[in-house]
T-cell receptor, first 111, second 115 residues
Framework: KNEVEQSPQNLTAQEGEFITINCSYS?????LHWLQQHPGGGIVSLFM???GKKKHGRLIATINIQEKHSSLHITASHPRDSAVYIC?????????????FGKGTKLSVKP | NAGVTQTPKFQVLKTGQSMTLQCAQD?????MSWYRQDPGMGLRLIHY???????DQGEVPNGYNVSRSTTEDFPLRLLSAAPSQTSVYFC??????????????FGPGTRLTVT
């Protein structure tokens, strides 16, 4: 069983819709990372969370440590948000060698 | 700042050939890592380094070798290429956050095909 599970695997939305991507994990973690992989392949960091909620522009990330669950929300989605969104967790003791990735959620936003 | 750079962007090898994927960062990050990304699988850690002269194995180290003689450079060597090593390879540098975790900065990737 994968230690990091993302849902859905694929998501198609209309421009303007509110989008939620979920990440569940089964191990103790020190932090959780949301990444975005563009269609051209480049990977960029969106958020790093240890608790609570973070917001950057139209993106919001939340984490519930007790429930071992995190969500990434995109408000007023736009075609340029089309990408693969990857959840990754730092397993305790949380060293660089303990970063585990989910398989990603492929988002397509139609105009 | 160039960030994390990787060369080459594309490479085709024959089975048994060796080669080195180059990775460099100019952010003075202590940590560097190599990942491979295969269809239907998440990124998987090959090797990582916590500083110059210090490296350790990740989840899938077999068939790969690394060394880190400087803070800036972290090359990945394929000793004898196999078709199973066909993949996209990402190098990343990172720093430790006080609140936990390591902020990752990824290179653009190298697409490797082994025939």
């Amino acid at each position: 069983k994968n230690e990091v599970e993302q849902s859905p695997q694929n998501l198609t939305a209309q421009e303007g819709e509110f989008i939620t991507i979920n990440c569940s994990y089964s191990v103790g973690i020190s932090a959780l990372h949301w990444l975005q992989q563009h269609p051209g392949g480049g990977i960029v960091s969106l958020f790093m969370l240890s608790s609570g909620k973070k917001k950057h522009g139209r993106l919001i990330a939340t984490i519930n440590i007790q429930e071992k669950h995190s969500s990434l929300h995109i408000t007023a989605s736009h075609p340029r948000d089309s990408a693969v969104y990857i959840c990754a967790v730092f397993k305790i003791p949380g060293s660089q060698g303990n970063l585990i990735f989910g398989k990603g959620t492929k988002l397509s936003v139609k105009p | 700042n160039a960030g994390v750079t990787q060369t080459p962007k594309f490479q085709v090898l024959k089975t048994g050939q060796s080669m080195t994927l180059q990775c460099a960062q100019d952010m003075n990050h202590e940590y560097m890592s190599w990942y491979r990304q295969d269809p239907g699988m998440g990124l998987r850690l090959i090797h990582y380094s916590v500083g110059a002269g210090i490296t350790d194995q990740g989840e899938v180290p077999n068939g790969y070798n690394v060394s880190r003689s400087t803070t800036e450079d972290f090359p990945l060597r394929l000793l004898s290429a196999a078709p199973s090593q066909t993949s996209v390879y990402f190098c990343a540098s990172s720093y430790s956050r006080s609140r936990g975790g390591y902020e990752q900065y990824f290179g653009p990737g190298t697409r490797l095909t082994v025939t």
